[in-house]
């Protein structure tokens, strides 16, 4: 079992919807990353986190710290949006992140 | 400053030959990370630096792969006698030295071995 599993693996919307992306985790965590990686390769931090919630834009974080779990909200969807998200974690001795499979996530208008 | 730069962004290789890739943190960054990502998968952790000093390697380095970051800024990841299954995505980050700092990701460098 990997020690960071999202879910799904796959997602298409249309624009407009509201979408929600999981992501367990089991081991000892220091922080909860959600990246955001679009075709080409290019990764970007959109929301390190490790307790509550936090909201930027359209981009809504929320953890749970007790159930081990943590997801991410993106409202009113746009094309713009397509890319894979990934779950990571930082562990808690080095802060190298450990990362999810990610989720493939695809808007269409 | 412009971020996390790496050098080449692209390398195909012929099996058996040595590659080096480079990798240029944020200035002020103390900590640099070496990630590999294969097709479809999320990245994998490989090593860690905290200025000039290797900190931690994965059991995925094998003893054909060694990283240095000598003067603690850029740092370079050599893999010698490429196989093809090091065809992968190389991904270095950086980050201040503290806990809970964002890793600040480069572009990558796609090495594929032929």
Known sequence: KNEVEQSPQNLTAQEEEFITINCSYSVGISALHWLQQHPGGGIVSLFMLSSGKKKHGRLIATINIQEKHSSLHITASHPRDSAVYICAVSSADTDKLIFGTGTRLQVFP | ?114
């Not at chain 2, 290789?13 to 990798?23: E, I, L, M």
């Not at chain 2, 944020?26 to 090593?47: A, C, D, K, M, V």
Request: glycine share 8%; proline share 4%; hydrophobic share 25%.
């Open chain 2, 1 to 114: 400053d412009t971020g996390v730069s790496q050098d080449p962004r692209h390398k195909i290789t012929k099996r058996g030959q040595n590659v080096t890739f480079r990798c240029d943190p944020i200035s002020e960054h103390n900590r640099l990370y070496w990630y590999r990502q294969t097709l479809g998968q999320g990245p994998e952790f490989l090593t860690y630096f905290q200025n000039e000093a290797q900190l931690e390697k994965s059991r995925l380095l094998s003893d054909r792969f060694s990283a240095e970051r000598p003067k603690g800024s850029f740092s370079t990841l050599e893999i010698q006698r490429t196989e093809q299954g090091d065809s992968a995505m190389y991904l270095c980050a950086s980050s201040l030295d503290r806990a809970q700092e964002t890793q600040y990701f480069g572009p990558g460098t796609r090495l594929l071995v032929l």
